[in-house]
């Protein structure tokens, strides 16, 4: 038998005793932990809850986030529409007004032609 085996008998008898000897927690302190969970689950029954809104857009603004939420998300919608509309060739001719850039520098229209589904062919 080896060094590294009579290590591990020795340690499964360790453990061994370890488990034929466990700890019970005293009455009294059950007691108490008992008396701290009744006193945390009666905090919790004192809380009011709203009552739901009716309707379904108010339904689907509490869903969604709320009032802020729905402002993103229309503003994110019409600039998406805006820009689909108006093309990535003319923004800058469009907002050129608004940021006082003297020349564009580096722009590449990748679909040329619109054509989606030219990535797709292969």
Do not use: C, H
């Not at 007691?31 to 969970?37: I, K, P, T, Y």
Request: charged share 20%; aromatic share 10%.
């Amino acid at each position: 038998m080896t060094d590294e085996k009579a290590k591990g008998l020795a340690l499964d008898d360790f453990f061994a005793a370890a488990r034929s000897d466990l700890p019970e927690p005293s009455g009294v302190f059950l007691a108490r932990v008992l008396e701290d969970a009744e006193a945390v689950q009666a905090g919790f029954a004192a809380v009011p809850t709203a009552p739901p809104r009716a309707g379904l857009f108010a339904r689907f603004a509490d869903l969604v986030g709320g009032w802020p939420a729905l402002g993103g998300m229309v503003t994110a919608t019409l600039a998406g529409a805006w820009i689909g509309f108006v093309g990535v060739d003319r923004i800058d001719t469009i907002s050129g007004a608004y940021f006082a850039s003297a020349e564009t520098l580096g722009t590449v229209n990748l679909l040329p032609d619109g054509d989606l589904l030219a990535l797709a062919a292969e």
